[in-house]
């Protein structure tokens, strides 16, 4: 699921008289309550790590050998002039989404590049976008050209000789039906778009290519599919191949023509030659799916490869390339990356760029060897035909949570997405930034690609980090030993969550009593308690989810089954044990319920606020360090199509709540929320487009953004030392506001 994370340090801006006596009066003031200009030159900054993250889309110029670009998920686009040397972001303060699901740049005008937001390779955790973007000068500036309903864009292509048409391949809503999908055409450069093929506002556009030879004739494929946050489930009547011989004005459905596979399909992706017009090959999902080639332009098909490792898992790949200049070589993308010399029927060339999961090829039409590749990595140039590649060392990290260390100074660490987990200093220590991997230090602390870290209380060196598949690992960075205590071992990809006697979420919660530095938490859908280090553990909680059959079951697909750990549902999803009391505990699920113990898990209450819906996502609970009783709850219902904010407040252990949105963005739906640790009622937000701060314990909210590029923030934590306050949250990267503070 992009990331960064931020820390905020607000501090000096509280000294003076006014900020004291903002802070002695409650207020319910709908208005802004402290005047941006008061901190509005203060700026965030990026502390790393540098290690890039996933990329959907990427593309190069054949015009500019040394001119690329690729799409980050949640990061916005990045280019390089130097042949992917430096890489530098060209979107920055300038679109209002953050992942780039498409790119392309006109061969005739390398300064016009097109973008097309948001994400089509339905993984769990996924950002929407707000349709298509034009720069006319290199990417130095952006102007937004509409289809902001689309969400998910899969394809941008334009003409190859003419740059004002341009075609957008729109899967549209992720997470429910939609009219505004499928594909798009516009003859005026991007300012008026017609939809040229629809099929259902349960099916959108998943590939589209162009035949370079003849730009009238265009080959697109249609993808039935949906997710929620328990269920990806693709495939059906409306997964089609499509064709026109008239720019896009009228298609013919290929998908039952003779040699092509028998219903029910699932994704295709589509590709033709450059050489020989005739020649097409498909990556078809199906029971008898595979490569699938036509020598007569469609109209008839034969199989020419069935091996699973170009078809596993086809929702998230399903991609194909033939070669610019030799009608037998064509490129398919998976886990790995492969080649074909012999017209599809043999994959036997393994191409190896620095990173897997492989999601988008750009080949030169004017020179094979260079190309550039997106993966779960970033983009990657090569210009040898994929041999040797650059390095993805620049921060378009994607991270899942965010924490801090007791040293001094202290690390931030967290868990990359299709990586590592990693934990860096938070400023200084340049006598350790050597040339090692990535041009950087850091060290990883167990764990794995998706789940929280916390360090021990008592000893520094003791890291206790999760993961998919509810591994739980407790890490000794002093001697590099590794122990696995997870709760209720059992590897469970392949299964349902109704399988499961435990349910853990691929992000489960980890955290220690504030109170007692000897208990340590973690939650399927119990809550779990260890006093001895992990060596065995207490269920101290009955089920505290809704539980709903609907969401507990199946999910893949008509065809090919995905159960791999994030649609794992009806689990704890947020824990927070008091700053007062030992014995009091709050705990929200991500199917909407929030309980509390107030006797250390002998009973629990549910408390779940009226105005929170089923199938809510509570994000982050925070309790206040101030005053017992009042906390804060961060949810959110993206997963099925509700982009709203839910922020709540209570001040009497839950048994009311209010509900605190006011000045909130339409669409910026919470992720993370925290109280100040010096002042009471000063409160940050994270959402999926920024940070936002309040003076008035949420009453109203204003904006942070600052600097900060348009992001999701994923997590947020405040870190105290002697002479500032911290906020950190996590986005693309760790990032970081320094302000000195006065009590």
């Known amino acids: 699921m992009i990331s960064k994370r931020i820390f905020l340090f607000l501090l000096a801006m509280f000294m003076n008289g006014v900020a004291s006596d903002l802070f002695a009066q409650p207020t319910t003031s709908t208005k802004p309550v402290f005047d941006s200009k008061f901190y509005n030159k203060m700026e965030w900054r990026n502390i790393g790590p540098l290690r890039g993250g996933r990329s959907l889309g990427c593309t190069g110029s054949p015009g500019r050998p040394n001119e690329y670009y690729f799409?980050?998920?949640?990061?916005?686009?990045?280019?390089?002039?130097?042949?992917?040397?430096?890489?530098f972001p060209v979107t920055d303060g300038q679109v209002t989404s953050s992942s780039v699901g498409a790119v392309a740049v006109a061969e005739t005008n390398p300064d016009i590049v097109y973008i097309g937001m948001g994400e089509t390779q339905l993984r769990g955790s996924i950002t929407q976008g707000d349709g298509v973007y034009k720069s006319s000068d290199g990417g130095k500036t952006w102007r937004h050209l509409g289809l902001k309903e689309t969400q998910a864009i899969s394809r941008v292509r334009v003409h190859p000789t003419n740059p004002d048409i341009v075609y957008v391949a729109a899967l549209g809503h992720p997470y429910g039906d939609n009219e505004e999908r499928g594909v798009f055409r516009s003859t005026d450069g991007g300012n008026t778009w017609k939809k040229v093929l629809y099929v259902s506002p349960k099916a959108g556009a998943a590939d589209l290519i162009i035949d370079r030879n003849n730009p009238k004739v265009i080959y697109a494929t249609t993808?039935?599919?949906?997710?929620?946050?328990?269920?990806?489930?693709?495939?059906?009547?409306?997964?089609?191949?499509w064709k026109s011989l008239d720019g896009g004005d009228t298609w013919i459905d290929l998908t039952k023509n003779p040699g092509m596979p028998k219903e029910p399909i699932g994704k295709i992706g589509i590709t033709v030659s450059p050489v020989n017009s005739n020649r097409l090959w498909a990556i078809v999902e199906a029971n008898d799916?595979?490569?699938?080639?036509s020598d007569d332009g469609g109209w008839t098909w034969n199989r020419t490869n069935e091996e699973r490792k170009l078809r596993q898992r086809a929702f998230y790949y399903s991609r194909i390339y033939a070669d610019p200049w030799d009608e037998n070589t064509v490129y398919c993308l998976n886990v790995d990356f492969f080649k074909s010399t012999d017209g599809g029927v043999k994959f036997d060339i393994e191409i190896n760029p620095p990173h897997g999961d492989n999601h988008d090829l750009w080949i030169d039409p004017n020179n094979p060897m260079r190309m550039i590749s997106s993966n779960d990595g970033g983009g990657c140039v090569s210009v040898n035909g994929g041999e040797t590649w650059t390095e993805q060392d620049y921060c378009t990290t994607q991270l899942y949570h965010v924490t801090t260390t007791s040293d001094v100074p202290y690390h931030v660490a967290g868990a990359q997405q299709d990586n590592s987990t990693l934990a860096i200093p938070s400023d200084g220590w340049r006598n350790m930034l050597a040339g090692g991997p990535n041009h950087g230090w850091y060290y990883g602390v167990g764990g794995g690609e998706s789940g929280y870290i916390t360090q021990s209380p008592t000893d520094p060196d003791i890291f206790y980090a999760g993961s998919q598949g509810a591994l739980l690992t407790r890490y000794n960075r002093k001697t590099g030993q590794v122990r696995d205590i997870q709760v209720y071992p059992r590897f469970f990809s392949g299964e349902p969550a109704s399988a499961l006697p435990e349910r853990w979420q691929w992000t489960y919660p980890i955290v220690f009593s504030p109170k007692d530095p000897n208990i340590l938490y973690t939650c399927s859908q119990h809550v779990w308690k260890t006093t001895d280090d992990g060596q065995s553990w207490e269920k101290i909680s009955p089920d505290l989810t809704y539980a709903d059959p609907e969401t507990l079951g199946p999910t893949g697909g008509?065809?090919?089954?995905?159960?791999?750990?994030p649609e794992i549902y009806a689990?704890?999803?947020?824990?927070a044990p008091s700053f007062h009391d030992v014995n009091t505990i709050w705990a929200g699920s991500d199917d909407g319920k929030i309980h509390i113990t107030r006797n250390g898990g002998k009973n629990w209450t549910d408390i779940t606020p009226k105005d929170l819906p089923k199938f809510s996502r509570v994000s982050i609970i925070d309790e206040s360090r101030h005053n017992p009783g009042t906390a804060y709850i961060a949810a959110n219902r993206y997963q099925v199509d509700d982009r709203q904010p839910y922020v709540f407040r209570t001040t009497d252990y839950g048994k009311t709540w209010t509900k605190i949105i006011t000045g909130i963005a339409d669409g910026h739906f919470a992720r993370a929320v925290q109280e100040d640790h010096v002042r009471p009622g000063l409160l940050f937000l994270g959402t999926e487009h920024g940070a936002y701060i309040s003076f008035n314990n949420g009453d109203f909210w204003q904006p942070l953004q600052l600097n900060l590029p348009d992001t999701p923030i994923r997590d947020l934590v405040v870190k105290m030392t002697m002479w500032y306050s911290a906020r950190t949250v996590a986005v693309f990267g760790f990032w970081m506001i320094s302000i000195l503070c006065g009590n």
């Open 71 to 87: 799409g980050a998920t949640g990061g916005g686009l990045w280019k390089t002039v130097d042949g992917g040397q430096n890489w």
């Open 571 to 575: 689990t704890v999803f947020a824990l």
């Open 223 to 241: 993808w039935q599919v949906y997710r929620k946050a328990w269920k990806m489930w693709g495939g059906g009547p409306d997964c089609k191949l």
């Open 558 to 565: 008509v065809i090919t089954n995905d159960m791999n750990g």
């Open 289 to 293: 799916g595979g490569v699938y080639r």
